[in-house]
């Protein structure tokens, strides 16, 4: 969005379980809002009453339909307020990251970063050879597999298996 890096997740809505999975699903998406730099919950016009959680934004979708204005009223059919939303969305990342930053990260991403460099830092200081070769490789691997979700990707079992292959660990 204008040129900073966002990542929407959709997780399942808060709402009374009816089963153990279902359960589970809402429970890691209350655990995802809680980690997250900025969290909308979606109202539709039977949950337009319900009171936020935790530094929830409301967001009322479907304002088509009843007609509910509020600051952050959308349409998704129609698409009226979505612009607003950008736009809100945008101002609470400039607030967060900084506008006149070169290098945009949320508060998770430096969390990840300061736990790449914690971890490379420990693989280098342990070329004396005192750690064990394969809790390292397990660090490395962690690693990438951190910075490929920093930077939108996924690595591979395969492709992860296929440079530990090429390796030797034990010498």
Do not use: W
Not at 29 to 44: E, F, H, K, P, Q
Not at 96 to 125: A, W, Y
Not at 144 to 158: C, P, V
């Amino acid at each position: 969005m204008d040129g900073r890096r966002v990542k929407l997740v959709d997780t399942a809505g808060h709402r009374e379980a009816e089963g153990s999975i279902e359960a589970e699903g809402i429970s890691l998406g209350i655990n995802a809002a809680l980690r997250a730099d900025l969290s909308l919950r979606v109202t539709d016009p039977d949950s337009r009453a319900i009171t936020p959680l935790n530094g929830e934004i409301l967001v009322h979708n479907k304002s088509d339909l009843d007609g509910f204005i509020d600051r952050l009223s959308v349409s998704a059919l129609s698409g009226k307020g979505i612009d607003n939303l950008r736009a809100y969305i945008l101002r609470q990342a400039n607030q967060q990251i900084g506008e006149g930053s070169q290098i945009h990260l949320s508060e998770s991403e430096r969390s990840t970063l300061t736990g790449i460099s914690s971890t490379l830092k420990k693989i280098v200081d342990s070329a004396d050879g005192k750690l064990d070769p394969v809790l390292l490789a397990e660090d490395l691997r962690a690693t990438i597999e951190s910075l490929g979700a920093l930077l939108g990707f996924n690595i591979s079992e395969d492709a992860l298996n296929h440079i530990f292959a090429q390796m030797c660990i034990g010498k």
